[in-house]
């Protein structure tokens, strides 16, 4: 240890490299540059429950971390990240390298192979990874995955980019590193008894079933596992393979000492003794399988792992079945390369690439022999990749623990962004469902119609204030037609709106003749109510409860339940300000409570539940007339002398503006005498 290097700062060290097994542990201590002591100053975080390795590749240096023995899946990742984070936030990225299972898309003319890489790479709306074990099964069978992971950082997607372009240019740099860590590591390509070496392990060991075909194990294996101390019955067989090896060998050493070799010829397959004792010692992979649901793929030119760029599944669980694999893939709907068990907990807790050796094809063929090689390619792609990173790149990069603050305000405005979508969603159902009429419609053509200075006499005056301020009050302006009752309601709209704090708590409609939708007092609640609806998320609750119990089956409330959403709506709300204009045009007027117009308006009034403030207009019509009177508090009588500074007003305004007058424009002394005679016939 006393022979290793030791920076003076942790803050030197910028890239994170986390793996999962220790064998992935093996691989990437293997395929460092340099390894150092752990460097001066640096105290881990109490929490901290990781060890590390720390080295230098090319101009970074690297931290190692490994997921503790025994442990795995989505929630150790994340906590081996965030004790990494916790003591070495200065961090720029990470990496997750390890082992991994292929996903076989031949018909997609994606040809995996054991030994091969995959490295996540966004594409369309996928961040790189995808979580498959999180999400709701819909009732078309189609699976709908429920949250979205984090892409990986800026710098690695554009050091992918100058990776690719360096493998095309120069060719891949994999089984040169792989052939100096074998050199250097001399040990890593000997097999032990129950440990595969780190090297390539046959292409006739590289065996493609269809998804269906179940793996059958050696029944001699079985037999003798059953029946102990019992020599097997390929024992000779066996012998004669051992022997066959040391032969082998010893004809090699022999050659090999005739020459010197250039440390550029060495193979990730030396020594040859080593692999071939290996290969010679093991059954070949799958020998008691169905050769004939054995799915048929040209031979490569070279080992030479190839890389994949795509879309990996992780998830909890292990997938070793190829029906079950199939079926999960299917359901995703993405097109995916990859399964493995840890990248979902890092994404969204470490801002990092995945770089996974393809050991199996999460089928029932699956076994251990891969896993060493599979680890070493993986190790071998992630050094090449950060052999063409910029160091300045990385110093320039965002810290992890500013990525991951910007990206819990992201992840935090995403889900009030998608609440929003989902609340406008069922706002728009709910309005679908009441079908309000609109007043605006109304109120928008009375204040076009108004002549600017017109209604203030009303606004000024001492009923208005009154009604206004004093709680459960109730006014009533009544005139005969074209006295202006529908220009002032629209005035008193206008002023509640523009004036607080009635802005927030005033309602109001327009009875019309002319509109069937706006003649009966189940259209009015049904408008006033929507209003309400739209004031405040704080009185929403009675309408939402209405619409949950009409929604299934679908059907319309009754008048008598909108009548009780209604007040249990403005019972939240506090109070309210209501303006109803022409009552009389209102073709449900009389009737019991649940029907009649004048009946609801009483009962409100009299309700000691509710403070409504209630301004109506009509024309002094006998029923209106002899119920309102038993109970609004104060009305007002548009009389022509009340009137008619506002009906001068609009009559001048239209004699000199309307193209009808057009020719007389220039004669006034016309146009007063239209005027005087138009102010007559208003008997104003």
């Known amino acids: 240890m006393s022979s290793l290097r030791r920076l003076p700062n942790p803050q030197m060290y910028t890239v994170g490299w986390i793996t999962a097994l220790a064998k992935e542990l093996t691989a990437a201590e293997a395929v460092l540059d340099e390894e150092h002591q752990k460097p001066e100053n640096f105290r881990k975080h109490p929490k901290d429950t990781n060890n590390y390795i720390w080295g230098r590749i090319g101009d970074h240096n690297i931290v190692i971390a490994s997921l503790a023995a025994g442990k795995y899946g989505t929630v150790s990742a994340a906590t081996t990240a965030w004790s990494m984070i916790s003591s070495l936030p200065h961090l720029r990225f990470g990496l997750m390298v390890g082992i991994g299972a292929g996903i076989p898309r031949l018909a997609d003319n994606i040809d995996i192979r054991l030994g091969d890489v995959v490295v996540s790479q966004p594409a369309g709306a996928s961040p790189g990874v995808v979580q498959y074990d999180v999400g709701k099964l819909e009732s078309d069978g189609h699976f709908k995955r429920v949250g979205s992971l984090a892409p990986p950082p800026e710098v690695l997607l554009k050091g992918l980019a100058t990776l690719k372009a360096k493998r095309r240019l120069g060719g891949p740099r994999v089984r040169g590193i792989l052939d100096d860590m074998l050199q250097r590591h001399p040990l890593l390509a000997e097999a032990e008894p129950d440990d595969a070496a780190f090297v390539h392990q046959g292409a006739q060991n590289d065996r493609l079933f269809e998804a269906s075909s179940v793996h059958v194990q050696n029944p001699d294996r079985q037999s003798a596992v059953s029946s102990a101390g019992t020599v097997p019955r390929d024992a000779n067989k066996l012998y004669f393979q051992l022997a066959l090896a040391w032969v ?143 160091s300045d790149d990385v110093e320039g990069a965002s810290r992890v623990d500013e990525i991951m603050e910007k990206l819990c305000e992201d992840v935090s405005q995403l889900r009030s962004t998608t609440k929003g979508m989902q609340q406008d969603l069922h706002f728009q159902e709910v309005m679908k469902w009441l079908s309000p009429p609109d007043p605006s419609t109304n109120d928008n053509k009375a204040l076009q119609q108004r002549h600017g200075g017109t209604g203030q006499w009303f606004l000024d005056s001492q009923e208005y204030s009154k009604w206004k301020t004093t709680q459960k009050s109730s006014l009533w302006l009544h005139g005969i037609p074209g006295c202006g009752k529908t220009i002032l309601s629209s005035i008193v709209v206008e002023d509640l709106r523009d004036t607080a704090p009635y802005a927030k708590n005033f309602l109001y409609f327009y009875f019309d003749f002319t509109d069937t939708s706006k003649q009966s007092l189940e259209k009015a609640i049904r408008s006033l109510i929507a209003q309400l609806y739209c004031k405040s998320q704080n009185v929403q609750a009675p309408l939402n409860s209405l619409y949950s119990s009409c929604k299934s089956p679908s059907r319309q409330p009754s008048i008598d339940m909108l009548i009780t959403t209604f007040e249990a709506m403005v019972q939240k709300i506090g109070e309210v300000w209501v303006v109803l204009d022409a009552l009389d045009e209102c073709q449900t007027r009389t009737g019991p409570r649940n029907e009649g117009l004048l009946h609801w308006i009483e009962s409100i009034l009299h309700s000691p539940q509710l403070n409504i403030h209630l301004l109506v207009t009509s024309r002094p019509e006998h029923d209106i007339k002899s119920t309102l009177e038993r109970f609004v508090e104060d009305q007002i009588i548009l009389q022509s002398n009340l009137v008619t500074e506002d009906i001068r007003a609009y009559v001048h305004g239209t004699v000199r503006n309307y193209e009808g007058f057009k020719r007389w424009r220039s004669d006034e002394e016309i146009q007063d005498e239209i005027e005087s005679h138009l102010m007559e016939k208003a008997n104003g």
């Not at 399988?289 to 909890?316: F, M, W």
């Open 248 to 390: 082998w060998s010893f004809f090699w050493l022999v050659f090999a000492s005739a020459r010197t070799p250039a440390p550029s010829n060495i193979t990730r397959t030396i020594p040859p003794s080593d692999a071939t004792l290996q290969e010679l010692s093991q059954t070949r992979a799958c020998e008691h399988c169905d050769s004939g649901k054995e799915i048929g793929r040209p031979q490569r030119r070279s080992t030479d792992p190839v890389v994949h760029y795509g879309l990996v599944a992780s998830g909890n669980s292990v997938v070793k079945d190829g029906v079950s694999r199939d079926d999960i893939v299917r359901r995703l709907g993405d097109k995916c390369i990859c399964f493995e068990m840890e990248a979902a907990g890092l994404m969204d807790n470490f801002p990092c690439l995945v770089i996974r050796g393809i050991c199996d094809y999460a089928d029932t063929h699956k076994n251990d022999r891969w896993q060493n090689y599979s680890a070493a390619t993986a190790a071998a792609l992630a050094k090449e990749l950060l052999e063409v990173i910029d």
